[in-house]
């Protein structure tokens, strides 16, 4: 995707999951074996919330942990992806199509509020917080979890690429998030992408669709890249 904000280009790259898992699959925890998604996971246990909300939700993998982990609390997944609405419903979590700038729920409605990899495809970003704030109760926490533009951009410039700038990333995520909220925390992670051989590695950069002519050199087995994510918890 050239603009990751452009609806219609987020709808077709996610109408079906392929793209997605070919991305998630190679992810391996840090070298210092912290994980983002495990961080995540253990931010919604140390919360005990009762009503949990998780926009732009995917194919149900974290929402489907969550309900797992906290099987007392009502979860509601939503996604603009009727597919991955469907593959979330299947997990078992209550799911819906929704727009992200647009939430079905009245004011203070959950304890938490979670945004898995998603901020940067919002259309209008600051109207995303604005009502994710709305659909907090007072004393709730949103989770965001985003990346940073290093994201494997070793692997990008090595294949005639370059960084992926966006507009809620590790760099900007923490003063956006000030605007509409008193206290943010985060938490950097430096997790690996491992690729089995040269293959991998084209397939996981051809799944974004960018229009870029990948040019990769050749390399003979396994190889890894850096990644850069930060887990933001704002309240």
């Known amino acids: 995707m050239n603009d990751l904000t452009d609806r ?10 392929e793209h997605l898992q070919t991305r998630s699959s190679v992810w391996r925890p840090a070298a210092d074996g912290r994980d983002p998604s495990e961080i995540a996971l253990a931010i919604v246990l140390a919360s005990a919330p009762g ?7 995917g194919t149900g993998a974290f929402a489907a942990r969550v309900a797992e982990a906290r099987p007392g609390a009502s979860l509601l997944a939503t996604d603009l992806s009727p597919r991955f609405v469907e593959l979330t419903a299947a997990r078992g979590v209550e799911a ?20 898995m990899w ?17 659909a907090l109760r007072p004393g709730g926490r949103f ?22 700038i966006t507009q809620f990333s590790s760099q900007n995520g923490e003063e956006a998030l000030r605007r509409h909220f008193d206290v943010v ?3 950097d992670v430096r997790s690996r992408a491992v690729f089995p051989d040269h293959a991998a590695a084209m397939a996981y950069l051809e799944s974004s669709e960018e229009g870029i ?16 994510t930060t887990v933001f918890v704002a309240s």
């Open 8 to 17: 219609e280009a987020v709808r077709t790259q996610y109408a079906r999951e």
């Open 51 to 57: 009503d949990i909300l998780e926009i732009g939700c």
């Open 96 to 115: 819906c199509i929704a727009d992200a700038t647009d939430l079905p729920c009245g004011d203070d409605s959950f304890d938490l509020v979670a945004a």
């Open 118 to 134: 998603m901020l940067y495809h919002v259309p209008d970003l600051e109207r995303t917080l604005a009502e994710v704030r709305r």
């Open 143 to 164: 989770l965001a979890v985003t990346n940073g533009d290093e994201h494997v951009a070793d692997l990008r410039r090595a294949a005639g690429g370059g960084p992926v």
């Open 185 to 187: 925390r985060r938490e």
């Open 213 to 228: 002519t990948w040019d990769l050199p050749f390399f003979d087995g396994p190889r890894e890249y850096l990644g850069e």
